[in-house]
């Protein structure tokens, strides 16, 4: 089992950067490809970003290429997302979440999910 804590939502204004992070408890990090995902207010789950064991590939959903950037040390066993240019329908709970395949994409194959942290965005 892998516990997956995450950090660093919050309340920001239009245009202001947050970084997330993802705190993975477990002595196989490498193993995991891990991936981003939120729940905006009234809506489903959806993907926002993902990647590689390595580190070597990275994927994005369109809405938020460009702004936002997946990361990952292995050392510290932990996943970031930096994200920029924040909008208000960026609004959501964001989940982090470990694969034991190889992409991090699509929700019903992730293993393991974190509690979410919130990110509000106001205009």
């Known amino acids: 089992q892998v516990q997956l804590v995450e950090s660093g939502g919050g309340l920001v204004q239009a245009g202001a950067s947050l970084r997330l992070s993802c705190a993975a408890s477990?002595?196989?990090?490498?193993?995991?490809?891990m991936g981003w995902f939120r729940q905006p207010p009234g809506k489903e789950r959806e993907f926002v970003a993902g990647?590689?064991?390595?580190?070597?590939?990275?994927y994005y959903a369109d809405s938020v290429k460009g702004r936002f950037t997946i990361s990952r040390d292995n050392a510290k066993n932990t996943v970031y997302l930096q994200m920029n240019s924040l909008k208000p329908e960026d609004t959501a709970v964001y989940y982090c979440?470990?694969?034991?395949?190889?992409?991090?994409?699509?929700?019903?194959?992730?293993?393991?999910w974190g509690q979410g942290t919130q990110v509000t965005v106001s205009s």
């Open positions: 477990t002595r196989t990090f490498t193993s995991y490809s």
């Open positions: 979440a470990a694969d034991k395949g190889l992409r991090p994409t699509t929700i019903a194959t992730m293993d393991y």
């Open positions: 990647i590689s064991r390595s580190g070597g590939s990275t």
